[in-house]
């Protein structure tokens, strides 16, 4: 799916209205909720219905650091996000939650653009494991750091995989400074 | 080796390292809030988890509460949230400052004013604001959900070790330009994404003349230009502000910890991997126009014409926004009328951005048709303007004095903009509907905020 648009920060992925939710699930609702009132918006237009790529404009994903906006497009439908440039608290958000986050030169976005605007069928493929996206009988490499990578393919949880150093925090723990802080 | 000053923060806090990892990093403050961290609790007791570090861990309510009140909050899924947060803290056992208490505030400020955060250390919170402590001289950077609930469990999390960046602030701020023009003007310079992937360190004379205040309104800003944290040398200044509050350390620990403390500013010969330049003295009162906080201009200057931009990406964007806001090219900024004028926030709702308000608005009337909200940043701030009577100046005005919230930051709250109200706000971001679907945000510091409400036109105090 095609947003043309840069600077797309998180109050326009969802507004903070939605996020007085408790619980972790159906954050759909509040997806771009502010544009999606209008009936041309993308996300409005059948054609692209159940595309599970988006791609946007540099500077996705900036400003607050609400999760909300990875799980309203979790929710959605979305696995990946393709952009030139995120946000930095997004991107590692999104990783932590299983949306690929691939960033691509803007020329590679702007091809993409065109494509699936003149063809919304065209199937877009996104390549963890090759590091590699492929459009039409084009392909660019992205990079997402191993460590991220083999997290994601294997679908790891974050805490188990520290607490496998929890001797190590122990021991931090005994040598931290007495007149650190304490609040209670 | 030389180092920076966040070098040595990182360095000290490094519980794990790893090669083709990124180093496990020990957090010595974990700030909570309503609104990101019931899903990390619930997420603990799925996984029969504890909280590891109570005692380094503490809330207070801010984000989804009314400032008109302190007892009843009408809108149900709200008063869930709040009433989630306090279920969730007695069931770990982490101190809250609920609604009512003489410590409850903007979690932002709630930190700083009891001297919970100080130099040297690591702080995060589920909130992009959190840069704010950098002002100390600390690691202090905002985390999502996953994160939020990682550190309740471990009190670490695991970080790639980011590059680094100064700012250079050199001369002096010309009388009657702030802290936060200075940070407005520096993003308009370098843009929204500058920042990314960096820690940044604000150094030079125009810096160091900065109260504490000053330069946590200049931390605070750190992400709006995309850096992970924002942090400040700790000097004099800083160690004046801190001694005695009630969390900072007393008698033979306070001067172990100076010791720590001075041993902290970067490293002459310590190397930034790139430097950005500014010059205090040139700068003038500013004010954004746009829909970002880089979309910015000196209050002298007009509305810019979006075909001026120099790449395609920053046209669109700027047609877009100059659309949203519903403005002219060329209209002289000083020419455009708001409805709502809000004081407040983590970025501005300190004692001392309320000083510097009432000292404009005094003797002075809110002009006909503008609202002007108070919002104090948290209940001791509130107090302690209450004692030295700046609610009876700003009421006096015609402003409403209203209790301790994020309140008109982010709507969320029932402080919001109605759809077409323009806003002079001294919060932090002016993206579309930030304070509420269809409002219209400009950016501004506490003294152009007092003199636009009186004015009832964009304004700075020596045009009263």
């Known amino acids: 799916m095609p947003l043309r648009r840069s600077n797309v920060d998180t109050d326009q992925i969802i507004p903070a209205v939605y996020l007085k939710r408790v619980t972790r699930t159906g954050f759909e609702d509040g997806l771009f909720a502010a544009w999606r009132e209008d009936p041309g918006f993308v996300l409005n237009r059948p054609a692209y219905a159940g595309a599970s790529i988006l791609v946007a404009g540099e500077e996705f994903g900036t400003g607050s650091s609400r999760e909300h906006a990875v799980w309203a497009l979790s929710d959605y439908g979305f696995r990946v996000v393709i952009a030139p440039r995120f946000g930095d608290i997004f991107r590692g958000n999104s990783l932590k939650q299983g949306l690929l986050t691939v960033e691509l030169p803007q020329a590679a976005v702007e091809t993409l653009w065109d494509t699936v605007e003149q063809s919304p069928t065209t199937t877009v493929e996104v390549d963890l494991a090759a590091r590699e996206v492929r459009c039409a009988d084009r392909s660019w490499a992205f990079s997402l750091d191993d460590f991220s990578r083999w997290r994601l393919m294997e679908g790891l949880d974050d805490i188990g995989l520290t607490l496998r150093h929890e001797d190590a925090i122990t021991a931090f723990e005994a040598q931290r400074p007495s007149y650190g802080v304490v609040v209670s | ?464």
């Not at chain 2, 690591?122 to 402590?133: F, K, L, R």
């Not at chain 2, 001694?243 to 306070?254: L, N, Q, Y």
Request: charged letters at 20%.
């Open chain 2, 1 to 464: 080796m030389s180092r920076t000053l966040a070098q040595k923060v990182w360095d000290t806090h490094v519980v794990h390292r790893a090669n083709g990892e990124p180093d496990l990093l020990y957090i010595d403050l974990h700030l909570l809030h309503e609104v990101t961290s019931p899903q990390a609790f619930d997420g603990l007791r799925m996984a029969g988890r504890k909280v590891r570090r109570p005692d380094l861990t503490i809330a207070t309510e801010d984000h989804n509460t009314p400032t008109d009140n302190l007892l009843t909050i009408s809108d149900p899924t709200s008063r869930t949230q709040i009433e989630t947060l306090r279920r969730n803290c007695a069931e770990f056992g982490i101190r809250l400052h609920p609604l009512g208490d003489p410590e409850q505030g903007v979690v932002h400020v709630m930190g700083p004013q009891q001297g919970l955060t100080q130099p040297g250390m690591t702080i995060v919170c589920g909130d992009s604001h959190t840069s704010t402590h950098g002002a100390f001289g600390g690691l202090a950077f905002g985390i999502g959900t996953s994160e939020v609930e990682h550190v309740l469990a471990t009190q670490t999390l695991p970080q790639t070790t980011p590059k680094q960046l100064a700012v250079n602030v050199t001369g002096e701020l010309p009388a009657g330009v702030t802290a936060k023009d200075l940070i407005l003007a520096l993003i308009s310079k370098v843009g929204t994404g500058a920042g990314r992937g960096h820690v940044v360190e604000y150094r030079g004379s125009a810096i160091e003349k900065l109260s504490m205040e000053g330069r946590m309104t200049v931390s605070n800003m750190s992400i709006e230009w995309g850096a992970k944290a924002g942090l400040i040398a700790p000097d004099d200044t800083t160690y004046a502000w801190l001694e005695g509050r009630a969390f900072a350390p007393r008698g033979k620990s306070w001067e172990s910890a100076l010791d720590h403390w001075r041993s902290l500013p970067t490293d002459p010969g310590a190397v930034f991997d790139s430097q950005v330049e500014l010059d205090a003295s040139s700068l003038t009162p500013f004010v954004t126009w746009g829909t970002n906080p880089g979309q910015g201009a000196p209050l002298s200057a007009s509305v810019p014409d979006p075909e001026s931009f120099s790449t395609e990406a920053e046209r669109t964007a700027a047609r877009r926004a100059v659309e949203y806001m519903a403005l002219s090219p060329g209209t002289p900024l000083r020419d455009v009328a708001v409805d709502v004028v809000f004081v407040g926030s983590c970025t501005n709702g300190r004692l001392e951005d309320l000083r510097l308000a009432a000292d404009v608005i005094r003797g002075h009337k809110v002009a006909d048709g503008v609202r002007m909200m108070i919002v104090p940043g948290s209940a001791a701030v509130r107090a302690q303007a209450e004692a030295e009577g700046l609610h009876e100046v700003f009421t006096a005005a015609g402003a409403e004095w209203r209790f301790a919230g994020c309140s008109m930051c982010l709507g969320m709250n029932p402080d919001t903009l109605k759809p077409g109200q323009r806003s002079a706000s001294t919060s932090n971001r002016n993206f579309e509907g930030r304070q509420g679907k269809g409002g219209r945000t400009h950016l501004v510091s506490p003294a152009v905020a007092a003199a636009t409400a009186v004015v009832g036109r964009l304004a700075a105090p020596a045009d009263l």
